[in-house]
């Protein structure tokens, strides 16, 4: 029985011909909120949720819903998600919950967020806000009254595709120099050149960082996940296709 031995003549710096290139869809975790893991009873207040990973705690608690006389915090379903399964749910009406910003360390640089979730923007309502950073909008994904799911940075819309109904996996993923968007009901993602400033100052679900109504959301949320790093276009297409084939949307 006889090897085949191939030798190199210096480092192999891009992947050969036909080789199929690896994603990374692990590295570089900064919060993953999953409400599965809340342990509340059906239709309790979530007064807090607390996201896994590396982040510091403040970055990663979900408290309050800031302007109490305006905003309330919402509710837990035991069975509103995909598949029948836990999510956070919220009216339509007034509810969000936020980060305690004036506590959160500020992270600059880049940045990707994804959510599993299914909404729309509630009567009167142009653009609901299911995740928004703050202060400034620096990133947020929003169903929108047109039908559609809008994805803006720095308050500007930068990319606009149709809201599939039911739950979707939303992911946008942002670098100084692109922005790559995708939906679960995309075949592949889009990529927006341009000037960005990327970064996290805390976030909210469910309405912006306002203290008057104009922004809510009717729908759930069911996982959030960040990472301290722009994905590429490959792991944008491999974090959608992970997330779609564990909820099944």
Same mark, same amino acid.
């Given at each position: 029985?006889?090897?085949?031995?191939?030798?190199?003549?210096?480092?192999?710096?891009?992947?050969?011909?036909? #080789?199929?290139?690896?994603?990374?869809?692990?590295?570089?975790?900064?919060?993953?909120?999953?409400?599965?893991?809340?342990?509340?009873?059906?239709?309790?207040?979530?007064?807090?949720?607390?996201?896994?990973?590396?982040?510091?705690?403040?970055?990663?608690?979900?408290?309050?819903?800031?302007?109490?006389?305006?905003?309330?915090?919402?509710?837990?379903?035991?069975?509103?998600?995909?598949?029948?399964?836990?999510?956070?749910?919220?009216?339509?009406?007034?509810?969000r919950?936020?980060?305690?910003?004036?506590?959160?360390?500020?992270?600059?640089?880049?940045? #990707?967020?994804?959510?599993?979730?299914?909404?729309?923007?509630?009567?009167?309502? #142009?653009?609901?806000?299911?995740?928004?950073?703050?202060?400034?909008?620096?990133?947020?994904?929003s169903?929108?009254?047109?039908?559609?799911?809008?994805?803006?940075?720095? @308050?500007?819309?930068?990319?606009? #595709?149709?809201?599939?109904?039911?739950?979707?996996?939303?992911?946008? *993923?942002?670098?100084?120099?692109?922005?790559?968007?995708?939906?679960?009901?995309?075949? *592949?993602?889009?990529?927006?050149?341009?000037?960005?400033?990327?970064?996290?100052?805390?976030f @909210?679900?469910?309405?912006?960082? @306002?203290?008057?109504?104009?922004?809510?959301?009717?729908?759930?949320?069911?996982?959030?996940?960040?990472?301290?790093?722009?994905?590429?276009?490959?792991?944008?297409?491999?974090?959608?296709?992970?997330?779609?084939?564990?909820?099944?949307?």
């Open positions: 029985m006889t090897a085949l031995v191939i030798r190199a003549r210096s480092s192999l710096t891009n992947p050969l011909p036909g #080789t199929p290139i690896l994603p990374d869809i692990g590295s570089g975790l900064y919060f993953d909120f999953d409400a599965r893991t809340l342990s509340l009873i059906n239709g309790e207040t979530v007064n807090a949720w607390l996201g896994s990973g590396p982040a510091p705690e403040k970055n990663r608690l979900l408290n309050t819903a800031q302007s109490i006389s305006v905003w309330t915090l919402p509710t837990y379903s035991a069975t509103d998600g995909p598949g029948g399964i836990p999510a956070v749910k919220f009216n339509g009406v007034n509810q919950i936020r980060t305690t910003d004036a506590n959160v360390v500020p992270y600059s640089g880049d940045f #990707t967020v994804a959510v599993v979730g299914q909404g729309s923007a509630p009567s009167g309502v #142009t653009l609901s806000r299911m995740y928004g950073s703050s202060p400034g909008s620096t990133t947020a994904i169903p929108a009254a047109s039908g559609n799911i809008v994805f803006q940075q720095e @308050g500007t819309n930068i990319f606009s #595709t149709p809201n599939p109904g039911g739950h979707f996996v939303a992911v946008i *993923s942002v670098s100084q120099s692109k922005a790559v968007q995708m939906t679960s009901a995309m075949d *592949s993602p889009n990529v927006l050149p341009g000037s960005f400033a990327p970064g996290y100052t805390g @909210g679900l469910g309405g912006s960082s @306002g203290n008057v109504l104009g922004t809510q959301m009717a729908g759930t949320v069911s996982r959030v996940t960040a990472f301290t790093r722009a994905l590429s276009v490959d792991d944008v297409f491999a974090l959608m296709q992970a997330y779609r084939n564990e909820y099944g949307i």
